[in-house]
T-cell receptor, first 114, second 112 residues
């Protein structure tokens, strides 16, 4: 059974710092992996989707990397801003699940201080 | 586009009552999903649908039922509500089975 772990569980940084959020998963047989952002009391917003054949995906100040064989993904946020404060969740999709059911980690709660 | 909409936003139920959580999407997505999110936990898949008339169980289906009579709507039914069903429920949809999922704002349910 796929287990997804995100470290750290919470992170507080001053504005302007570059930071890395980590995601590890136990079953490397994945089809793709998504990173989501969740604001308090809101739904999830997909940030990046990285295919298993890709090494990384970029969108603006965000860069996600994937090392499928070692079961790890990282989300790099450059020049962090207070507006980046949110919970970030990663979700790999198992390769042979019959349907592409994403398995979610518990998230990293990020606070960027002005 | 409104995207994925959910109603109600918040509801309190008594043990044993039933209710339907509504989910509608206007993106013409075939794939729709229901998740629950408990405090400090990741999302868990309850049910999903790959198109009108086709539904299947996810990881935690017990105590819930779904139907998909149209492409747009995917209601989740709770029969005989229990305190263990206190959670935040999210509906999501996607165009491709393996593609980006778009989430609704969630329904917060409290069962007392």
């Amino acid at each position: 059974k796929q287990e997804v772990t995100q470290i750290p569980a919470a992170l507080s940084v001053p504005e302007g710092e570059n930071l890395v959020l980590n995601c590890s998963f136990t079953d490397s047989a994945i089809y793709n992996l998504q990173w989501f952002r969740q604001d308090p009391g809101k739904g999830l917003t997909s940030l990046l989707l990285i295919q298993s054949s890709q090494r990384e995906q970029t969108s603006g100040r965000l860069n996600a990397s994937l090392d499928k064989s070692s079961g790890r993904s990282t989300l790099y946020i450059a020049a962090s801003q207070p507006g980046d404060s949110a919970t970030y969740l990663c979700a790999p999709s198992p390769e042979f699940s019959g349907t592409y059911k994403y398995i979610f980690g518990t998230g990293t709660r990020l606070k960027v201080l002005a | 586009n409104a995207g994925v909409t959910q109603t109600p936003k918040f509801r309190i139920l008594k043990i044993g009552q039933s209710m339907t959580l509504q989910c509608t999407q206007d993106m013409n997505h075939n794939y729709m999903y229901w998740y629950r999110q408990d405090p400090g936990m990741g999302l868990k898949l309850i049910y999903y649908s790959v198109g009108a008339g086709i539904t299947d169980k996810g990881e935690v289906p017990n105590g819930y039922n779904v139907s998909r009579s149209t492409t747009e709507d995917f209601p989740l039914r709770l029969e005989l509500a229990a305190p263990s069903q206190t959670s935040v429920y999210f509906c999501a949809s996607s165009y491709l089975e393996e593609g980006t999922q778009y989430f609704g704002p969630g329904t917060r349910l409290l069962v007392l």
